[in-house]
C-alpha cells in the first residue's frame, strides 16, 4: 500500500486539475484558517474579557467544552441535511457553511479555555504592582495581562489549528471540500494506496503548521524575546572618593 501511495503521489496528473492534490489541498487550508479565524473572532474576545474580570469564565469554558463531548461528524450531518448546507458557498463548495459552523464549533473550546487561564495565571503581585504604578484597568489588560499570557492564548489557537486542519477532511463525507476527496474515493473503491496518498498529505501539511504556530507562539513569549534583547544595562559604576 505504501508503494502504491508514493506511486500516486509522484504521478504528475494527480497534482492538477480541479479535482487534483493541490486544487484539494487548496481547498481544505481555506476551510481552515477560515474556520480558526471565525472561532478567534468568536471565542477570543469572550474569553479575554472574562479572564480580566475574573468573572463568568469558568461557565464560558465549560459551555464551549461541551463541543468535545459532540461528535463533529454528527454536527456536520445535521447541518448539511439542515438549510444550512444544501447550496454552495462560494470556494467553500456544497455542504460548505454546513462544514464551517462544524469546524467553529470544535476549534472554541481549546481558544477560550487557554485564553481564559492564562488570563488568570497572571501572577497577582505583577497586577498589585501595575495598579499601583496608577494604570488603569484597559492599560493594565493591554500592557501587562496580554503580552504575559500571549504564548499560552497562541498555544491555544495552534492546538485549535491541528485539530481543524486534521478534522476538516471529514468534510468530504458530506461532499464537502478538501482532501477527505481523495482519502474516501480511495478507500470507496478499493484504492487503498490514494487514500494512503491522501492521509500522507494531511499529515505532512499538519506537521507543517504545527511547526509554523510552534515558531509563532515562541515569538509572543515575553521570555525569549527579553532573553533575545540582550542584557539590561545596570547603574553606572559609583566613583571612587579617592578619585573626586
Do not use: C, K
Amino acid at each position: 500500500m505504501l508503494t502504491d501511495a508514493w506511486h500516486y503521489l509522484a504521478d504528475a496528473a494527480n497534482w492538477h486539475g480541479s479535482q487534483g492534490i493541490t486544487a484539494l489541498l487548496g481547498q481544505q487550508l481555506l476551510l481552515t484558517f477560515t474556520a480558526l479565524a471565525l472561532a478567534v473572532l468568536v471565542g477570543l474576545p469572550i474569553a479575554l474579557w472574562l479572564g480580566h474580570l475574573g468573572r463568568g469564565g469558568m461557565l464560558a469554558v465549560n459551555v464551549s467544552n461541551i463541543g468535545r463531548a459532540v461528535p463533529t461528524f454528527a454536527v456536520l450531518v445535521l447541518l448539511s441535511v439542515g438549510p444550512a448546507g444544501t447550496g454552495v458557498l462560494g470556494p467553500y463548495g456544497r455542504a460548505g457553511l454546513a462544514t464551517l459552523i462544524a469546524l467553529v464549533l470544535f476549534a472554541l473550546p481549546p481558544i477560550i479555555t487557554n485564553a481564559y487561564v492564562a488570563m488568570r495565571e497572571v501572577p497577582a503581585d505583577v497586577l498589585d504592582a501595575a495598579s499601583g504604578m496608577g494604570m488603569t484597568g484597559p492599560q493594565r489588560f493591554r500592557r501587562v495581562e496580554l503580552p504575559l499570557a500571549a504564548p499560552l492564548i497562541v498555544a491555544g489557537v495552534r492546538l485549535a489549528l491541528v485539530q481543524v486542519w486534521a478534522t476538516a477532511t471529514i468534510a468530504a463525507l458530506v461532499a464537502g471540500p478538501g482532501l477527505g476527496r481523495i482519502i474516501t474515493d480511495g478507500f470507496y473503491h478499493s484504492n487503498y494506496g490514494e487514500g494512503f496518498a491522501g492521509a500522507i498529505v494531511v499529515a505532512a501539511v499538519a506537521l507543517l503548521l504545527e511547526l509554523i504556530a510552534a515558531l509563532a507562539q515562541r515569538a509572543v513569549d515575553p521570555a525569549r524575546r527579553t532573553a533575545a534583547a540582550g542584557p539590561v544595562p545596570g547603574p553606572a559604576p559609583l566613583e571612587a572618593v579617592g578619585d573626586r
